[in-house]
Structure formats: C-alpha cells, structure tokens
C-alpha cells in the first residue's frame, strides 16, 4: 500500500468513526423523543380519562343522582 492508499484508508476509517458516532448519537435521540411522545400520550391518555369521570359526576349531578 502505498503513502496515498494508506492517507486515503486512513480518511476513510476516520469518516467511519464520524459516523458511527454521529448515528449511535442520532439513535439516542429519537429513543429520547419516541419516550418523550409515550410519555406526552399517556398523559393525554390520562387526561381524557379524567375528563370523562367528571363529565359522569357532573351528569349524576345535574341528573340528581343515581335511583
């Protein structure tokens, strides 16, 4: 191997490196975001829920209650 393969497959294992790195850092964030949306859903998830007791406390209510 010559001084210019060897300059060469030095550039590439180099840009290899780059972005190997550059991807495990990208995976890490879209894990975080895909955790973020699960947690924001879940939330929501939670919130309807809670919407949808107090819609029943208010119509037993206005209803006067259960018979």
């Known amino acids: 191997m010559d001084s210019f393969e060897y300059m060469l497959y030095g550039t590439l294992q180099d840009e290899i490196v780059t972005l190997k ?16 949306i699960a947690e924001t ?5 939670q919130e309807n829920t809670n919407t ?11 209803m006067g209650g259960v018979e």
């Open 41 to 45: 859903a879940e939330a929501n998830e």
């Open 21 to 36: 790195l550059k991807n495990e850092e990208l995976e890490s964030q879209n894990t975080n975001l895909m955790l973020g």
């Open 52 to 62: 949808q007791l107090a819609v029943a406390e208010l119509a037993e209510v206005v």
